[in-house]
């Protein structure tokens, strides 16, 4: 029994079908801590960061992946969480469900609310999850800055940034 961390991605068909409040209720069957949260705009260099072993696993799908989780089917925003505590990985993964939303138990996530897009060929699988820790790191700190989650999960460091950035006027 370990305390781990997990990603969790309500992709934009969650979001325009409202389903971010039912996603998050079957989620917190898991008795897991949420550290962090947002609405997430998604680019074309996160999307490739984040499906990176996607493309050598499974290159025919890649493309059109990419435009999925960067909204271009459905509405530009994905809702990222970061969810904490024992085992968080495996019980998360069971209540998302089976990748394919048609193979997905019809209780998943997945199963109750995905689709397989009859014209763009698009598992449209509402979530996703992290597959293993080392995963769940790389894609926290994708997501995520440091000061954006309420646990030390991760060494950090302090460092100047000389670049513009946008503040409130
Ligand atoms: P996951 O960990 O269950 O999300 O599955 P993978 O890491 O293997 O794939 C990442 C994402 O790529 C999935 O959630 C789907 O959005 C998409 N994907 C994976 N395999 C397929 C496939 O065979 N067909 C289609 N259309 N999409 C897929
Ligand atoms: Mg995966």
Known sequence: MTNQSCLILIKPDGLVKSLTGNIISTLS??????IGAKVVSVKKELAEQHYAELK?????????????????????????????????IQKIREIAGKTNPED????TI?????????????FENCVHASDSEENAEREIK????????????????????????????
């Open 29 to 34: 069957e898991t008795k897991l801590k949420i």
């Open 56 to 88: 050598a696993k499974k290159p025919h799908i890649f493309e059109s992946t990419l435009k999925y989780i960067m909204g271009e089917f459905h509405t530009p925003r994905v809702m990222a969480l970061v969810y904490y505590g024992e085992d968080a």
């Open 104 to 107: 997905a138990d019809p209780i």
């Open 110 to 122: 997945r199963g109750k609310y995905g689709r397989i897009n009859s014209k763009t060929g698009v």
């Open 142 to 169: 994708l997501w995520f800055k440091p000061e954006e989650i309420v646990e030390n999960l991760y060494p950090t460091k302090k460092s100047k940034k000389t670049e513009e950035v946008l503040d409130w006027a």
